[in-house]
């Protein structure tokens, strides 16, 4: 089965930065995405980040465009979502879940939304305080 982990979170100031990872394992071909999303206290969960394996494809929301990067590794067991200049409002447990590209999908594969995504892994608490 598809296996997700995040880690990495943290207590941050204002300003700083945080590096996400997320353990991948379980994906048998190269036909799948991964998506990086935050829930804070009272709201809904919305996207931040996705990533295509195939070619690398990303997404980046409006409120973290331009200050984070989303990546896998070497050898494709992790992905990774680099945040800088973290502020309050991303206080959040950050989630990574994985989505199998549907087989009458055309075109690069990367969801933005949650409900596309099919196996989620354990959330990371991000803590932005000073």
């Known amino acids: 089965e598809v296996q997700l982990q995040a880690s990495g979170g943290g207590l941050v100031q204002p300003g700083g930065s945080l590096r996400l990872s997320c353990a991948v394992s379980?994906?048998?071909?190269?036909?799948?995405?991964i998506g990086w999303f935050r829930q804070a206290p009272g709201k809904e969960r919305e996207g931040v980040s996705s990533?295509?394996?195939?070619?690398?494809?990303?997404y980046y929301a409006d409120f973290v465009k331009g200050r984070a990067t989303i990546s896998f590794g070497n050898a494709k067991d992790t992905v990774y979502l680099q945040v800088n200049s973290l502020q309050l409002e991303d206080t959040a447990v950050y989630y990574c879940?994985?989505?199998?590209?549907?087989?009458?999908?055309?075109?690069?594969?990367?969801?933005?939304?949650?409900?596309?995504?099919?196996?989620w892994g354990q959330g990371t608490q991000v803590t932005v305080s000073s």
């Open positions: 879940a994985g989505s199998r590209r549907p087989t009458s999908y055309i075109g690069p594969y990367y969801p933005t939304s949650a409900w596309m995504y099919e196996s």
């Open positions: 379980g994906f048998t071909t190269d036909d799948y995405a």
């Open positions: 990533i295509s394996s195939t070619d690398g494809s990303k």
